[in-house]
C-alpha cells in the first residue's frame, strides 16, 4: 500500500509559486493550520526557498520539493542525499531510468518519496517526434509508468485524465499527485487539462497540487478549506 495520506487536509498540497522567501513566509502565515504540505518548485527555489524546507519541518509541515532532477546518476543520487537530510517529504524527477534509480538509491532508507515525472504536460505528440522519439505521449507515459514501479519510486506526477489509467497500471503503494486542479467556477489560467478537486480524487488521485486557485484567492485560507471540504466529501 502506499503511505497513504491521514486526512483531507494531507492530501492538499500548495504550490509555493512566489517570488521570494518573504511572499512566501507572508502566505504561510496567511494559511495557518489550514495547509499542512507545501510545494517549492523553481520560482521559489531558485530564490533562496530551499531555506525554507527545514523550518517548515520544524513546524510540522511536510514540503514537496518539485526540481524535477535529471543528471548523470552520482549527481543525482548525491543530489537526493542532501535533500533528503533538509527534511523534505516528497522530491521529483524525470522518470529516466538511470535518473530513477539514482534517486531511489539517494533516498535509501530516509522518509524521502520520490515522485516520477514522465512526460510534461505541456509536450504533445509533435513536441516528443521533435524531441527524437518515436513514442507518442500515452505509450512513453505508460513505458515510464511501468519502469517507475520496477525501479521502486515512489509515485508519479501525472495529470487528472492520466490517473484512472496509471492507477490500474503502477504498483497500489505508489502514490499519484495530480496538479491542474480548478475548482468549480475558478479561472483556468495556462492550464488545459483541468479537473475539480472531486473529480481527480474520483480518478485515483492521492495528493492534489495547487497553487494560483489558494494563492490569487481574496482570502487564501477560504479557499484551501473549501478545497480540503471537496476532497473530503469526494468518492474516490
Ligand atoms: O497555479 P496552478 O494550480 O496551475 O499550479 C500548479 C502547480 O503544479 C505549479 O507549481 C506547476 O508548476 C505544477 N505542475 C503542473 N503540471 C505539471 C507538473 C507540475 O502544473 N505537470
Known amino acids: 500500500m502506499n503511505d497513504s495520506p491521514a486526512t483531507a487536509r494531507d492530501r492538499l498540497i500548495v504550490g509555493l509559486d512566489l517570488p521570494g522567501v518573504e511572499a512566501a513566509e507572508a502566505m504561510i502565515a496567511r494559511l495557518g493550520d489550514s495547509v499542512s504540505f507545501y510545494k517549492i518548485g523553481y520560482q521559489l527555489a531558485y530564490a533562496g526557498g530551499l531555506a525554507l524546507v527545514p523550518k517548515l519541518a520544524e513546524r510540522g509541515k511536510k514540503v514537496f520539493v518539485d526540481l524535477k532532477l535529471h543528471d548523470i546518476g552520482n549527481t543525482v543520487a548525491r543530489g537526493v542525499e542532501s535533500i533528503a537530510r533538509s527534511g523534505a517529504s516528497f522530491l521529483t524527477v524525470h522518470a529516466y531510468p538511470q535518473t530513477m534509480r539514482a534517486a531511489v538509491e539517494g533516498r535509501g532508507g530516509t522518509a524521502l518519496k520520490i515522485l516520477g515525472v514522465t512526460v510534461l504536460t505541456s ?84 495528493y492534489l497540487v495547487v497553487a494560483r486557485p489558494v494563492l490569487g484567492a481574496a ?7 473549501a478545497i480540503v471540504a471537496e476532497i473530503a466529501a469526494a468518492r474516490p
Not at 132 to 140: E, R
Request: hydrophobic fraction near 45%; aromatic fraction near 2%; charge should be negative.
Open 123 to 206: 509536450y504533445d505528440d509533435a513536441d516528443l517526434r521533435e524531441a527524437g522519439y518515436a513514442l507518442g505521449v500515452s505509450a512513453l507515459v505508460e513505458a515510464r509508468a511501468r519502469l517507475a514501479t520496477t525501479i521502486g519510486v515512489d509515485g508519479l506526477v501525472c495529470s487528472g485524465e492520466e490517473a484512472a489509467r496509471l492507477r490500474t497500471l503502477v504498483a497500489p503503494r505508489m502514490a499519484l499527485v495530480v496538479p491542474g486542479i480548478r475548482p468549480a467556477g475558478a479561472a483556468t489560467g495556462d492550464q488545459k487539462r483541468v479537473m475539480t478537486p472531486a473529480q481527480a480524487i474520483a480518478a485515483g488521485a492521492d
Open 219 to 225: 482570502d487564501p485560507k477560504a479557499a484551501a478549506d
